[in-house]
């Protein structure tokens, strides 16, 4: 059986769908190493041992890039996600640096990939680890580079070599018991993050493409705007006549069919090296120069900290918004980066638009920042203020998953129509 992989692979989470699914578990992109405190490491380890027999947040693993293949090897020991989180000794996670380039993401996205078909296998077999079991996982998977790089047919193809071959991941953490999974790798596709959202969403159900005239969409210009941790991508799709077809507004019968192209406008398609982690940098920088000031010592924070302090484990005083043990508030300093965020993605925006302002019908977001209301509620106040239209500047309703089921959906068709093609 070749599994089907869509992974938005991140600067913030690795999200993936599975043969048509959501796996339901985002993996942070985050790392840190076993080895700098080894008796700690296996104190950590053996209270998570007796604690719960969760295996997602004990992602200790060897993980062999390119197993078979001398000239591109690649091995790391590192602990992964939830694991990296609780062990801090030397935590890492990505820099602001070229995607189609970084071994340790391809590597963490191989490593979640494993894990991920290892845990639907328990699931839905009721498989049960066994000492020294050796599995393996074959797949297609397609995935995506910020606009920038995906639109350099080079970076894209040097990306997707990164993939195919066959990979060993060995998880080390004593509840795997030594299970070693080789996951082979077969087709791999890359596309522009934010490009197969906006098809996706388009293309949908009740979506635009399926409830508008063809010739209603003619020269109808949308927009995703894909607000992820380093980067926020505008992208620019407008529907397009046939190239055969002709059409004329004035002369046309109603039995007349003429076929519409959706076609991206590199023109109109753009993007900032700017997201919500690059928010949390600077969160983090200011806490920083705060503690410098007062001649306090502190720990070195990462934007996880900053993540975390918006879930239940930053709730103190009855709110949330703290780092904790330290007990640092930063929700204000956070809301305040945020606002500078927006504004900045809304000039990006306007230089694009400002011209062709009522060709734009719908402006859509998604990405991790499209779930926080105060990026949202200034780019909505600020568009609107310049023109835009009130209704048509809307979050996708699976905003954090919108990448990976657009990646998912353009690689089965590619599958499927390489199979008619094969008969």
Same mark, same amino acid.
């Given at each position: 059986m070749i599994?089907?992989?869509?992974?938005d692979g991140g600067n913030s989470t690795l999200n993936l769908v599975i043969d048509g699914e959501n796996f339901p578990r985002s993996i942070p992109s985050i790392q840190s190493d076993p080895s700098p405190a080894k008796t700690n490491y296996n104190n950590s380890i053996f209270k998570s041992r007796n604690t719960n027999n969760q295996l997602w947040n004990k992602l200790h693993a060897e993980t062999t890039l390119h197993k078979n293949n001398k000239d591109k090897l690649f091995r790391s020991e590192f602990l992964l996600g939830h694991m990296a989180e609780e062990y801090q000794k030397d935590q890492r996670s990505r820099g602001n640096r070229e995607k189609y380039q970084d071994k340790d993401l391809a590597k963490w996205m191989i490593t979640a990939m494993a894990y991920a078909l !290892? &845990? $639907?296998?328990i699931q839905n077999e009721d498989y049960e680890i066994k000492e020294g079991d050796l599995l393996q996982f074959n797949i297609n998977m397609s995935t995506g580079l910020p606009y920038r790089e995906g639109s350099d047919e080079k970076?894209?193809?040097?990306?997707?070599?990164?993939?195919?071959?066959?990979h060993e991941i060995h998880f080390k953490h004593p509840i795997f018991k030594n299970l070693k999974i080789d996951l082979v790798i077969e087709k791999v596709l890359v596309f522009v993050e934010?490009?197969?959202?906006?098809? !996706? &969403? $388009?293309?949908?159900?009740g979506g635009v493409y399926d409830t508008t005239k063809p010739e209603a969409l003619l020269q109808k210009k949308m927009v995703m705007t894909d607000i992820g941790g380093h980067t926020t991508e505008i992208v620019t799709l407008s529907y397009e006549m046939d190239q055969d077809d002709t059409y004329d507004e004035f002369d046309i019968s109603d039995d007349e069919e003429i076929t519409i192209i959706p076609e991206t406008k590199?023109?109109?398609?753009?993007?900032?090296?700017?997201g919500v982690l690059t928010i949390m940098e600077d969160v983090i920088t200011e806490v920083e120069e705060e503690y410098r000031r007062q001649g306090k010592p502190l720990r070195k924070l990462t934007t996880r900290d900053i993540e975390l302090a918006f879930t239940k484990k930053?709730?103190?005083n009855g709110k949330i918004g703290w780092i904790l043990p330290e007990e640092i508030y930063v929700?204000?300093?956070?809301?305040?980066q945020a606002e500078n965020l927006a504004m900045e993605i809304?000039?990006?925006?306007?230089s694009l638009f400002q011209d062709i302002i009522s060709e734009i019908d719908t402006i859509y977001l998604c990405g991790g920042g499209s779930r926080i209301d105060s990026i949202i509620n200034r780019i909505k106040k600020e568009l609107i203020s310049l023109g835009y239209k009130d209704d048509k500047i809307t979050p996708l309703t699976d905003p954090i998953f919108a990448n990976a089921k657009g990646y998912y959906l353009a690689l089965v068709e590619y599958v499927e129509n390489a199979e008619e093609l094969a008969c």
């Open positions: 599994h089907n992989i869509g992974i !290892l &845990e $639907l296998k970076k894209k193809s040097e990306w997707a070599n990164m993939f195919p071959g066959l934010g490009e197969m959202a906006l098809n !996706l &969403e $388009l293309n949908k159900p590199a023109h109109l398609t753009d993007g900032i090296q700017r930053g709730r103190f929700k204000d300093i956070f809301e305040r809304v000039q990006r925006i306007h």
